[in-house]
């Protein structure tokens, strides 16, 4: 009996060792070696960019969209005491309280409203506009302040917060501008010129192109360069349309437009510094999951009961290739921040590398992120036994930027487009479409050709970015 009593405690104790050793030594071992793997990239992306002293930050301006102000400095005053207020979760609640701001609240069209907005194509939107200038203008001068103040964010060079980078926010909680109304200055510019005012129209378009591009420069906030990027878009196809109605403009446009149609440079294409900056966001939730111990106690709660089970595989499109991490989910719950940065590095740093600027000079087409399945070798899925939570939370969410530097390299081509079409409108109108090719080859990229498509009578290109619109570019070759 004692032999039998022996030997079942020595199982245990080889049990309890095998246990130890799967789910604690070899994992803790795994993980610090792709720590120490990681070193690289996790030093690429901890640079900090510090935007040049004699740039113009308007971020203040651009907070204030939806209130009266003087100047500058009349901006700053009020970021500097109610800046809180504004970036508050609950700002409504907490502006409704506020006498002064409430004095200073302009008329703003509400989520639903959108009378501002002008059509899909600038042809869609002139054609808009046209059909009921009456309705179009008044809606202009209804939010005309506000418009003033949107038109206003072209004086300044970039639109940088003055709080970040910091260790406070997180994926979830950084507190961002009303940028929608970014976006709303397309319409009166398409009114300028609908009703005559076409130097006026000129200087508009060219002051929201001014605008996108300085949400694109030394920015790091991914929808800032996003939104950034639909104004360029959006006012470059609007003052294509312009010059197809009246090509004579093209050579004297106002200075307003000195630059503002230049192709973007292979620098302002780069999302270096918006991978940066959502890879801090990332560790800054990751260690607040780390230390937070009520939160990681409720996301174990979640995952180890049946709903949470069928909910992880609905998020997953049911497909069960991180079955082994879910398991581990299942037996040791658990968070590293350290380990779940390293796993995801290479994800993120993949767009700073600097070889990728070749990608970008030459305007190619590429698969930026490594791929998916390079976190599901056998060791990083053992190194997630001791990282469970961080594991498939970012097997589940990681993000793919790819999207956003090919919306940009698009948008790119579509300038390319337009200088085309600049250059062609400044020669005799006999004369264009003898110079067709020979401009159109001129100005296409290393990577695509212009192409001329008789049919819809505009410039088109091949499109990178997956399942969008083609950007066409209307050309009058014959007036």
């Not at 799967?22 to 610090?32: G, R």
């Not at 658990?334 to 600027?357: G, Q, R, W």
Request: contains cysteine.
């Amino acid at each position: 009996m004692k032999r039998f009593w022996k030997y079942l405690l020595w199982t245990l104790v080889i049990l309890l060792l095998v246990v130890a050793v799967v789910l604690y030594i070899v994992p803790y071992y795994l993980k610090q070696r792709e720590i120490q793997a990681a070193q690289a990239d996790l030093a690429l992306l901890s640079i900090q960019s510090t935007p040049s002293p004699s740039l113009k930050n308007g971020i203040d301006a651009l907070w204030l969209l939806e209130f009266r102000t003087k100047n500058d400095a009349d901006r700053a005053d009020l970021m500097k005491r109610f800046g809180s207020d504004l970036q508050s979760n609950n700002n409504q609640d907490i502006l409704k309280q506020n006498q002064e701001l409430q004095g200073r609240r302009l008329i703003v069209p509400e989520y639903d409203d959108k009378s501002l907005d002008c059509g899909t194509t600038a042809q869609e939107c002139l054609a808009e506009v046209r059909a009921d200038l009456p309705k179009s203008k008044a809606v202009v001068e209804k939010y005309a302040e506000l418009l003033a103040n949107v038109d206003r964010l072209a004086d300044y060079d970039i639109f940088v917060s003055r709080d970040w980078p910091n260790d406070d926010y997180g994926i979830a909680n950084k507190p961002l501008p009303k940028l929608q109304f970014v976006k709303y200055g397309r319409k009166p510019a398409a009114l300028d010129w609908a009703e005559g005012r076409e130097a006026e129209a000129w200087k508009r378009v060219c002051r929201n192109i001014k605008t996108g591009r300085s949400m694109l420069n030394n920015d790091p906030e991914l929808i800032y360069a996003m939104i950034g990027n639909a104004v360029i878009r959006r006012n470059t196809d609007l003052a294509a349309q312009m010059l197809y109605e009246k090509p004579e403009w093209a050579n004297r446009l106002p200075a307003e437009c000195d630059g503002m149609f230049d192709v973007l440079p292979a620098e302002e294409q780069n999302i270096c510094l918006i991978a940066q900056e959502e890879f801090r966001l990332s560790a800054n939730s990751l260690r607040r999951w780390e230390f937070e111990q009520q939160r990681l106690w409720f996301l174990q709660k979640w995952y180890m009961n049946v709903n949470g089970f069928y909910e992880l595989l609905t998020l997953m499109n049911g497909e069960i290739q991180y079955a082994d991490i879910m398991l581990s989910l299942l037996l040791r719950p658990n968070v590293d921040a350290e380990h779940t940065l390293a796993h995801i590095s290479p994800y993120f740093a993949a767009y700073c590398k600097p070889e990728k600027m070749a990608i970008l000079k030459n305007d190619t087409k590429a698969k930026w992120m490594p791929p998916e399945d390079m976190n599901q070798t056998f060791a990083k899925k053992w190194a997630c036994m001791g990282n469970s939570v961080g594991c498939i939370t970012y097997a589940i969410t990681l993000p793919a930027y790819d999207s956003n530097v090919h919306r940009l390299q698009d948008t790119a081509m579509q300038q390319r487009a337009f200088q085309a079409a600049l250059e062609l409108y400044r020669l005799p109108a006999g004369k264009r479409r003898a110079a067709l090719e020979s401009v159109l080859a001129k100005h296409s990229s290393p990577s695509r050709r212009l192409r001329w498509n008789e049919e819809q009578k505009a410039l088109d290109f091949e499109i990178y970015q997956q399942n969008a619109s083609p950007l066409l570019l209307k050309l009058n070759l014959e007036n």
